[in-house]
């Protein structure tokens, strides 16, 4: 537990005197020296050599995944523009073929 700093203060009735402040700063020391057993140091740092694969893999997945979700969706709109064009072209055929019909009957 760190002390919080001690201030003196010296004053004389007298307002117009200096006022005397003056900090005593203590630096604790450690009470405790906390080692590790180098077995635990090893096994955390293959767990902290294992995740940081993880994470890689897990942001490679993401991006796979990004990439994925862009492909749909060019797919999706080049679909729906060739669904447009070939309704389009189907109505033109139509209508050609519903011209060609009162030409024959006009005959």
Known sequence: VMAAPTIHVFVEENLGDLIDIKVDIIHPEPVVAVTFPASAVEELTALRFRVDITEAENASLRARIKTTEAIEKI?????????????????????????????????
């Open 75 to 107: 797919t999706r709109n080049r679909e729906r523009q060739v669904r447009i064009e070939m309704d389009q072209q189907l109505a033109v055929v139509q209508e050609s073929q519903r011209q060609d019909q009162e030409n024959f009957r006009k005959l």
